[in-house]
């Protein structure tokens, strides 16, 4: 069955660090770009950073630079997002979404995760 699935969250102490997967099951990442989204409690779900089918990374919000870095195994058909130096703030569910083409820019997301929670909190 065509789908992802997002693990690695959990609670984690201010200052601590987070490496969230998205497992891609029934296509190959070389097929599409991934996204990482979050949705913060209350608010909109807002895009992070994706990742192309040819390893392109285009960073959606300021609040990641310097913090999250997205990368892929196309070999475990895994996308990551390595989350340091994490904030209260940074509170949210995770979801990960693949769209139909390669790229980033067309933005036509077909599959969804279901979400991981991540918990940052002393």
């Known amino acids: 069955q065509l789908q992802l699935v997002e693990s690695g969250g959990g609670l984690v102490q201010p200052g601590g660090s987070l490496r969230l997967s998205c497992a891609a099951f029934?296509?190959?990442?070389?097929?599409?770009?991934i996204t990482w989204f979050r949705q913060v409690p209350g608010k909109e779900r807002e895009g992070i950073s994706c990742i192309s089918g040819g390893g392109d990374i285009i960073n959606y919000a300021d609040f990641n630079k310097g913090r999250f870095t997205i990368s892929k195994d196309n070999a475990k058909n895994t996308v990551y997002l390595q989350m340091n130096s994490l904030k209260p703030e940074d509170t949210a569910v995770y979801y990960c979404a693949a769209t139909r083409t390669r790229s980033c820019y067309l933005r036509d997301y077909v599959y969804w995760g279901q979400g991981t929670q991540v918990t940052v909190s002393s």
């Open positions: 029934g296509f190959t990442l070389d097929s599409t770009a």
